[in-house]
């Protein structure tokens, strides 16, 4: 976390601040006065100063698109904070996962969304979805890619193995309804102080 007596507020006692989730997206540009930061330090759930109602706001009051504050950070001159959160549904109020708009799909909501169709169809026509079908031998599955990227010796392969395990590992987050963001929130939260 940050140290307050550090930050350099504005004119008007505020700091730009950058919400980043925890999966990398830039969600959105707020600002905090010091007892927003303070807020969100002591409750673990993100505060800002609405510039517009003139008052502190708690992110996701009313939506319920709350942002568990996973860290906070000063830039180098102390003027600006980013936020690293674990964001509830989408950041912005128009309904949009991030404030500036949709952003293009990474490869993990692309296999997302294979993942979805895929479990709609028949296990006949899709290794998804047998898959998803036998969790037993998905897990199966799993552990067999983890032991050949444990024995890999070839960079090359190394990194095809790696694929074939995180691939695996996905349709099993997919299959037990836990995100890859819930992956991401652990490491953060790993993450050395």
């Not at 940050?2 to 600002?31: F, H, K, S």
């Not at 009313?62 to 950070?73: A, D, E, I, K, Y």
């Amino acid at each position: 976390m940050i140290a307050l007596d550090e930050v350099r507020w504005n004119e008007q006692g505020l700091v730009p601040v950058i919400a980043q989730d925890v999966d990398g997206r830039v969600l959105m540009l707020a600002y905090a006065d010091r007892e927003a930061l303070q807020a969100s330090m002591e409750t673990g759930a993100m505060h800002y100063w609405s510039r517009s109602r003139g008052r502190l706001w708690k992110k996701g009051e009313t939506s319920g698109h709350v942002q568990r504050v996973q860290s906070l950070h000063l830039d180098c001159d102390g003027d600006t904070v980013l936020a690293r959160v674990e964001q509830t549904g989408p950041a912005c109020h128009t309904g949009s996962a991030t404030c500036f708009g949709d952003e293009p799909s990474t490869i993990l909501d692309e296999l997302w969304r294979v993942f979805e169709r895929r479990r709609a169809q028949s296990s006949e026509d899709s290794y998804v979805a047998r898959l998803l079908g036998d969790e037993r031998r998905l897990r199966q599955k799993v552990g067999e890619e983890a032991i050949e990227v444990a024995l890999e010796a070839d960079d090359e392969a190394l990194a095809r193995e790696a694929a074939d395990l995180v691939f695996h590992l996905l349709v099993l987050l997919f299959a037990r309804q836990r995100p890859w963001s819930d992956v991401l929130t652990e490491l953060a939260r790993r993450r050395p102080r």
